[in-house]
């Protein structure tokens, strides 16, 4: 059992210098996505290795991983458990210089695993941290949704990445790896950290993974994001998580200035607020402002988004105090004999 980061965990796969592609793929109770996903990853035209992180799965992923010919490495069970641990944990398992990190639940699409190599081989520069493709939702009752993060195809600057990216090794340990703090908007985290690096992460117009995920209600979405219980406290929080460890780092305003869309409109429409509380001027402006706030939004296609930022100041106070910071996770590295007997 050792500690994230600790000096022989990379010692697990015996990988040269000159590996040039690893795939980590994360998973909880997984055991039946997992095959689909691992076959998806076997159409990359290039030799990789795979590291699989489980984390405390009650199935049998750990088994289906192995069978598949993964590495797998086993979180011990925690409350703090998210998606960054494993990615992170995963990290220190490859010497690979570049890595694709995907979910359980994903499939690789076979037009970006045909691109690797190309991306690999051209890549633009040393400014250049990663790819990333277009998602596809697919839902239990068959329907679908394509471009889940609203990647504009014209811009070669990825606006966002979600589970599914393809990233250099180097330049993520540079930013400081993924944060197993944050439970959620880790993707949101390390973006960010490689642009302050002056690294970006590109955007290729190809199909990169189908995401077979469940089709929640959106009241179900807005009652979880404004007022979050039980499971999805921890979840609802990560927004707050990511503030906290960007004001440890003094660099809360320079978040802000490379993030600024949510609190632009936040504090548009708390000025609409407080001059709504004025005699009959200042009321006429908050008629004004708010609404104006809301097109603007509208016209950038990203008025869901007005929702999300609204629960932002529920959600950060919440995360600012989830935010685990003496929190080191466990894992070991599993063997199929441990089932054995």
């Not at 980061?5 to 055991?31: F, Y």
């Not at 689909?36 to 990789?48: A, G, H, V, Y």
């Not at 642009?195 to 995401?211: F, K």
């Not at 504090?267 to 607020?273: F, H, K, P, Q, R």
């Amino acid at each position: 059992m050792g500690n994230i980061g600790s000096p022989d965990s990379r010692k697990v796969c015996e990988m040269t210098s000159d590996q040039l592609l690893a795939v980590v793929v994360i998973g909880k109770n997984e055991a039946k996505n997992l095959p689909r996903s691992f076959q998806s990853i076997r159409t990359i035209p290039m030799e990789c290795d795979l590291v699989f992180v489980d984390a405390a799965s009650k199935d049998e992923s750990c088994e289906v991983a192995s069978r598949h010919g993964a590495t797998v490495i086993r979180l011990c069970e925690s409350r703090y458990l998210n998606a960054a641990t494993g990615r992170s944990i995963g990290l220190e398992f490859v010497d690979a210089h570049w890595v694709l990190f995907l979910d359980g639940d994903m499939a690789l699409q076979p037009p970006f695993a045909k691109r690797i190599p190309i991306m690999i081989e051209e890549t633009p520069g040393r400014t250049t941290a990663g790819f990333v493709g277009s998602y596809t939702n697919v839902y239990p009752d068959g329907t679908s949704r394509e471009n889940v993060l609203r990647q504009n195809p014209d811009n070669l600057r990825a606006s966002t990445f979600g589970g599914a990216v393809l990233l250099r090794r180097d330049s993520v340990l540079l930013a400081g790896n993924w944060d197993h703090h944050i439970s959620s908007y880790e993707e949101l985290d390390l973006h960010m950290r490689l642009r302050v690096l002056g690294l970006e992460v590109n955007y290729v117009p190809e199909a990169m993974v189908v995401h077979y995920t469940s089709n929640v209600r959106p009241w179900q979405v807005l009652f979880r994001m404004f007022f979050p219980i039980g499971r999805s406290r921890q979840r609802a929080g990560g927004i707050g998580q990511v503030m906290r460890a960007w004001h440890r780092r003094r660099a809360l305003l320079q978040l802000a200035w490379l993030y600024p869309e949510p609190f632009l409109y936040l504090s548009v429409v708390l000025l609409g607020i407080i001059l709504g509380g004025m005699p009959f001027e200042g009321a006429r402006w908050s008629l004004i402002l708010v609404p104006a706030a809301l097109l603007v939004m509208a016209l950038r296609q990203r008025l869901p988004l007005a929702v999300v930022y609204l629960s932002f100041p529920v959600r950060i106070l919440l995360g600012w105090f989830q935010y685990p910071r003496e929190w080191v996770p466990r894992y070991s590295v599993y063997s199929r004999s441990d089932n054995s007997g």
